[in-house]
């Protein structure tokens, strides 16, 4: 199932911190796609920029059950970056369910299996019933990030 994001800048602004970055639609290495740019700093309690969208256009959870995972057309600067999967379950915006992902300098497709992510600050288990809102987080370290998005799809196995 193609997925048609409308794509959100977050930073850790939101928090105290100090990264600086942005996001807008270009040409990148021959494919039209949504790119994070910028500065990750953990200066002043900082550490991240990202990008992310709701599944629904009320923001409210997605039944994905029918599905296996995520799949994203992904190119960069090749950094480690971190995919995040929020749900309906999680009442702390520090919380999800993630995993993390090299963003090669050539165009590659990632799937990341519902069964892969692994909580983070939260006890819950991923419930895809309840899927909200996926994101894609340059943090955790200083570094200048720059990767690229072309395509995001819900996948299902054979």
């Not at 993630?98 to 939260?122: C, G, L, M, Y």
């Amino acid at each position: 199932m193609e997925l048609n994001p409308e794509w959100q800048y977050v930073a850790d602004g939101v928090m105290g911190g100090i990264s600086k970055g942005g996001m807008r639609q270009e040409m990148f290495r021959g494919r039209m796609a949504t790119v994070l740019r910028g500065d990750v700093s953990l200066d002043n309690s900082g550490g991240f920029i990202q990008i992310a969208f709701d599944l629904s256009s009320d923001g409210a959870g997605f039944n994905a059950r029918d599905w296996d995972g995520v799949e994203l057309d992904i190119c960069g600067n090749g950094a480690r970056y971190d995919i995040r999967l929020r749900t309906d379950q999680l009442t702390r915006p520090w919380q999800s369910f993630r995993t993390d992902f090299i963003a090669s300098p050539k165009w590659q497709e990632h799937r990341i299996a519902f069964d892969a992510v692994e909580a983070n600050k939260t006890d819950a288990i991923f419930d895809p019933t309840q899927l909200r809102r996926i994101g894609i987080l340059a943090v955790g370290r200083e570094f200048q990030a720059e990767v690229a998005v072309a395509n995001v799809r819900l996948y299902c196995l054979p």
